[in-house]
């Protein structure tokens, strides 16, 4: 391994939001441990139900997590990019992973060693509150994203996908966007049909004046827009829910 | 407080599935300061943002953990019955309850100091573990639920909570069920407004034969509604999402 690689390891270990409260014997073996890699769009890092060897850093691009229906169609759970890890969910599952996992697009990533990880919580206090912390801020998210399906319409809550995206979350400015991945993605994101998705944003382009050129998007109004989805919601923009 | 409520409590603790990874010390002193008590139907426990100084256990009855929109609509997290706790939530929302609580029929609890749990979750390595397992648990069921959400229908969703609701959920044979709240809170559970949630009954009574009468139904072909709500769905019923 080249020393830029090792640099880029303990840096982004030491720099993660979970792995940063292991104790310096855990980071120090876990990064003598780990590898960067690439892999090519589309590519399949583990299938649901497999045994977890490995968990992940992305370092670079997208990878979506999902699950499948017997009779064939993808539910997506999460969509993630550079500082976020994956696969770890499978520390509470008997080491089985509950989702499987695909790169959106060609990317660069840390693989790391779950046992390390496990072994890790099980043994430093100050770790597994920092787990604790984590999936219950996960479970929260995933609390308002029920919510947001229960009380929002379609375009409020494309609205609120947007909102999440603003460069300058506190402005009252007009903002451009720029759609981090693929329209089909987004509305499987967001669980709609294609066909939903570009209805839902036309009717949101007219009701909050959006500029859109394809992946493009400027929010003209960001008052009118907070107050067109947030009134179908328990918190209001900017509600931290985007960080 | 009388012997029996003692035991009562002690007892509820002990069996708590999450609770009995306590230390002795930890339910020594839980046990000597919880208690127990009844509410009517409609009783608010407490209200989202509010400051959090208890968790409750409960004894008989069904509470509704649910959150307001600013246009006043409810959007149900959770209902929930005897052996569950809720409250516990505003452990790691800086002791503020991320959620409102309501009676939805008088009911019987124990409520408990939550500062008590805190300080053993922070203190003993086998009660985080514990309170990791639990809540990586609940966010799975909140990925079923989204899972559900996207890819079953109206019927399908139905089916599966009535799945969930059987005796013997490994029989084949025709089994009685008794919806354990009223329709209208079943259907925002279910997240659906009241009338769709009667013409998807209408329609699952007729795919698979069901006989309703009030809140009694009857599932006379147990393996037909599993194929027409788990067609829909990654995983097969018995699912292990209904313990």
Known sequence: MTNLTTNTIEHNIRNNMLLKHGSPQ???KICKNSHTFQVPKNHIFFLREQQAEHFYIVLHGWVKLFRESI????????????????????LFEN?????????????????LPLLSLKNEIETNPKMSLAMLKSISKHKNQKNMELEHRTLQNAPQRIGCFLLKLLPKPESKEAQDIQLPYDKT???SRLGMQPETFSRALSKLKKEVNLEVKGGSITVTNVEKLTLFCCSACSTIFP????E
Chains 1, 2 share one sequence.
């Open 71 to 90: 009779d064939g169609n993808q539910a997506i759970i999460d969509v993630l990019t550079s500082g976020h890890i994956f696969g770890e969910g499978a």
């Open 185 to 187: 993605l987004v509305s």
């Open 95 to 111: 080491m089985i992973f509950p989702y499987s996992a695909e790169a959106v697009e060609s990317m660069q990533l840390i693989r």
């Open 26 to 28: 855990f980071i120090d």
């Open 239 to 242: 509600c931290g829910d985007h």
